[in-house]
């Protein structure tokens, strides 16, 4: 959840929303054999000006708003098959609306595509159910007297 901070000057209050961590998987088929670098150029390409102000992938790519895009990719009889997973800073809204515009590829290279986002998540969300299973974990050990 982003967490929100009122700053306030000379009666002027002003609302700042600052951006978490997602990570976004992505599964995708495509209709012939690709590589990472062309499911890559795909998304940068047919997402420019989806996501406002004429911005896309790329953009927020070089901007480090998207920091991460990890490809991996399975041939199965001439076709692919794969996996994306995008780790992004942004709100939970542009999170969104970068899930749906990447939804909106339909091909990759010369190929027929499809892309479906299978979760989004929240790495703090993550972090923190991991730190509570593993101090649950640690009151055992505890408890048992190791």
Known sequence: MPISVTISRKSVTEVVVL????????????????????????L????????????????LHKSKRISWIEVSINPV???????????CKLSREETALVAAAIEAVDRVSRFDARFAVSRIESVADEKRR???????????TIREGR
């Open 130 to 140: 991991r730190v509570r299973r593993r101090a649950l974990e640690l009151l055992q």
């Open 19 to 42: 951006p978490e961590e997602y990570v976004v998987y992505v599964e995708f088929w495509v209709g012939g054999f690709v590589r990472d670098r062309d499911v890559l150029g795909a």
């Open 77 to 87: 009889n001439g076709r692919s098959r794969g996996l994306l997973k995008i780790t």
């Open 44 to 59: 940068f390409n047919l997402t420019e000006g989806l996501l406002g102000d004429g911005k896309g992938l790329r953009e």
